[in-house]
Nanobody, 120 residues
Framework: VQLQASGGGLVQAGGSLRLSCAAS????????MGWFRQAPGKEREIVAS????????YYAESGKSRFTISSDNDKNTVYLQMNSLKPEDTAVYYC??????????????WGQGTQVTVSS
């Protein structure tokens, strides 16, 4: 499975961005997709995930009420809509896919990362 992430960029605090992650290859093996992020000097942390079969979503506390994850299974693409962005959201965002019901730092498939920078 290959993952191609896009949509990062520079935005002012309070603004919005939408990240996209397109999966290709053996996508039938992917059960869950989502996003991790890593800020400079910090550990990688989960942002959100979604189970493709039933749309069940999980959000880390940091993104609840501001971020929305969605999946277009026909396009094998997952989206992360990020609203009310804060400078502390600045990080490299990684798309992740897994054949299991959760994604972790040990998940099998990772995209190349897309930079999100939120200016104050």
């Amino acid at each position: 499975v290959q993952l191609q992430a896009s949509g990062g960029g520079l935005v002012q605090a309070g603004g919005s961005l939408r990240l996209s992650c397109a999966a290709s290859g053996r996508t039938f093996s992917v059960f869950t997709m989502g996003w991790f992020r890593q800020a400079p000097g910090k550990e990688r942390e989960i942002v959100a995930s979604i189970r493709r079969r039933d749309g069940n979503a999980y959000y880390a506390e940091s993104g609840k009420s501001r971020f929305t994850i969605s999946s277009d299974n026909d396009k094998n693409t997952v989206y992360l809509q990020m609203n009310s962005l804060k400078p502390e959201d600045t990080a490299v965002y990684y798309c992740v896919a897994s054949p299991s019901s959760i994604i972790t730092t040990g998940s099998r498939y990772w995209g190349q990362g897309t930079q999100v920078t939120v200016s104050s």
